[in-house]
């Protein structure tokens, strides 16, 4: 139904399923990028003309309608970044980097694991893991167990693991953590393309988002701080765009949002941010949960046919990402001949090596769906893996 908005599907005969690593952009999203580089391309925040005072106009408003998309109470609050993971390397240099402690999930991306190694952090020296459950549900029993040995610790989880699809009860989780003097990041990368986020009803200290995951351009993405951490909070960079007054004995930077985007910012990944959650807006996210839930229950449906399937979770408290192996084949030669029939998906470990390794394995294929999939595309793609198993079982 949704296929028409997106040039991709017009230009391809692939039946992608890969929206876990990236979105497909609806034509607006394009458009609004053109429009910026064909019409108002200059700089923002420094000249006072016409055009450079468009493109200043069109950045702030994209803030603003990222603080209203999320519930969040200030612009001050929203900072613009490359993406989720620019996102968590600045707060955990910035802000983190102080904390005795830091807890994270078992399924985390590697964007929310290697910035903490980078500190110096190891398992059980400055980083803990909390457990998971037979069907990779967050373990809260470990969970307090770790906040009563390491109150207040910074804890940094995924909302939705890329890797399985598993959505954490974020509401539950933070209470829990502010009851021990926590503080919160949540990894939201697969979060807009799937649900409505509101931080004030979550209470959440920081939400790290990437755009193009949202149906939004690359190498775009934002972070939302609670107010009261922003005076805490350490420039990741500094330079052009984030200076009050500067000579050659000291330098004094602005308020918030603007000291912490330094340099010429993505203007135009930006403008096409906000025209994505325009686009988001006009379908629903009513709309967008109620049929993706239906797809992606059918999709199950399909893959429980297979005999030689083997998974790792439910699908239950779980969304988007379906992971799986077949029995006696590796996961790479799936890939290789569904890519020559045209289909495609993600095979690997999918940046989550530790989850991986903790199941006994190295990969899997995930097949991973957007509101503008539908059954055909499930359909073409079974029909597909049935024929790439029979070619590989021989």
Not at 118 to 133: C, D, F, W
Not at 199 to 226: I, N, R
Not at 316 to 323: E, T, V
Not at 346 to 370: E, F
């Amino acid at each position: 139904m949704y296929k028409k908005d997106f040039p991709y599907f017009k230009n391809s005969n692939v039946v992608y399923l890969d929206n876990a690593a990236t979105t497909q952009k609806p034509q607006a999203v394009i458009d609004s990028q053109v429009e910026y580089y064909e019409h108002y391309c200059a700089n923002t925040h420094r000249s006072n003309f016409g055009d450079a005072n468009k493109a200043t106009q069109k950045y702030e408003n994209a803030r603003k309608h990222l603080r209203s998309f999320i519930n969040a109470s200030k612009n001050e609050e929203i900072i613009f970044t490359k993406g989720v993971t620019e996102s968590i390397n600045f707060i955990a240099h910035s802000f983190a980097n102080s904390f005795d402690t830091v807890i994270i999930s078992s399924l985390e991306h590697h964007s929310n694991i290697v910035p903490w190694h980078m500190q110096g952090r190891t398992l059980h020296k400055g980083l803990e893991v909390v457990k998971y459950t037979s069907d990779l549900d967050f373990d809260f029993e470990n969970f307090e167990a770790l906040l009563q040995k390491y109150p207040k610790a910074f804890v940094s989880v995924t909302h939705i693991s890329n890797a399985f699809g598993k959505i954490n009860d974020l509401k539950a989780i933070i209470k829990l953590a502010h009851k021990y003097e926590a503080v919160v990041l949540v990894d939201g990368a697969q979060s807009l393309a799937h649900m409505a986020i509101d931080v004030q009803a979550l209470d959440v200290d920081f939400l790290a988002l990437s755009a193009h995951k949202s149906f939004a351009p690359t190498g775009v993405g934002a972070v939302y701080v609670k107010e009261e951490h922003l005076n805490k909070l350490l420039p990741y960079q500094t330079g052009g765009a984030t200076i009050d007054k500067v000579d050659f004995e000291s330098s004094t930077l602005l308020d918030s949002p603007y000291k912490f985007e330094a340099g010429t910012q993505n203007i135009a990944g930006v403008i096409g941010f906000s025209q994505a959650l325009s686009y988001i807006e006009s379908v629903g996210y009513k709309q967008i949960q109620a049929y993706e839930e239906e797809l992606y229950a059918y999709l199950d449906e399909q893959l429980h046919t297979i005999e030689e399937i083997k998974f790792y979770n439910s699908i239950q408290h779980a969304i988007g990402s379906r992971s799986f192996n077949i029995k006696g084949i590796v996961h790479d030669d799936i890939g290789i001949l569904l890519d020559k029939m045209h289909i495609a998906v993600r095979v690997g470990h999918h940046c989550a090596q530790p989850i991986m390794k903790a199941l006994g394995i190295k990969g899997t294929i995930r097949v991973s769906i957007a509101f503008y999939n539908d059954k055909e595309d499930i359909d073409q793609f079974i029909t597909a893996l049935k024929k790439a198993i029979a070619m590989l079982k021989g």
